[in-house]
């Protein structure tokens, strides 16, 4: 099965700073490569997402790369704002229902 | 409409007793899928389904049921609960790729 691998585990950055999160996937077949934001006590939240015959996504602050080649894709979030910490997953699926999680990636945004 | 609808929200269970988590979509969804989060682990798939009477195993399925008699609803039943079942539980829809998460049940078991 699919196995996604994300880096780092945590991040501390300063306001107004750019946060870069990273991720592999193990599956050639995987298509989708989702991300979502999820706060504490709360449900995960898609925040943008990539399609395999896609290189790069932006949508205001937020933009997702992908390297189908070197099976990785990133998260960048520029100009961090306090409203941006929260636990990040990335996640990855050759088919639709069976969507395969990173351990998750803890941003906490310093004032 | 109120997407993906899960009940209890908080649940605490003693060993080997058997519970039901209940998920409801109201979006029409072909697919639900069932995710355990425990801490530094993300989101583990247990079962998910891809229409109504068509259900199979994710990761780690072992110690859960499901069904899909009907397109809205897909419940998770824990057969003899365990200790090692403790997490949160979220339900989740999707119509092709976009999931929909439930606000999750968080169950533990003494």
């Known amino acids: 099965g699919e196995n996604v691998e994300q880096h780092p585990s945590t991040l501390s950055v300063q306001e107004g700073d750019s946060a870069v999160i990273k991720c592999t996937y193990s599956?050639?077949?995987?298509?989708?490569f989702p991300w979502y934001k999820q706060e504490l006590g709360k449900r995960p939240q898609l925040i943008i997402d990539i399609r395999s015959n896609v290189g790069e996504k932006k949508d205001q602050r937020i933009a997702v790369t992908l390297n189908k080649t070197a099976k990785h894709f990133s998260l960048h979030i520029t100009e961090t704002q306090p409203e941006d910490s929260a636990v990040y997953f990335c996640?990855?699926?050759?088919?639709?229902?069976?969507?395969?999680f990173g351990a998750g990636t803890t941003v906490t945004v310093r004032a | 409409n109120a997407g993906v609808t899960q009940t209890p929200k908080f649940q605490v269970l003693k060993t080997g007793q058997s519970m039901t988590l209940q998920c409801a979509q109201d979006?029409?969804?072909?697919?639900m899928s069932w995710y355990r989060q425990d801490p530094g682990m993300g989101l583990r798939l247990i079962h998910y389904s891809v229409g109504a009477g068509i259900t199979d195993q994710g990761e780690v399925p072992n110690g859960y049921n499901v069904s899909r008699s009907t397109t809205e609803d897909f419940p998770l039943r824990l057969l003899s609960a365990a200790p090692s079942q403790t997490s949160v539980y979220f339900c989740a829809s999707s119509d092709s790729y976009g999931y929909t998460f439930g606000s999750g049940t968080r169950l533990t078991v003494v």
């Open positions: 996640a990855a699926s050759p088919w639709a229902p069976k969507l395969s």
């Open positions: 599956d050639s077949a995987s298509n989708y």
């Open positions: 979006m029409n969804h072909e697919y």
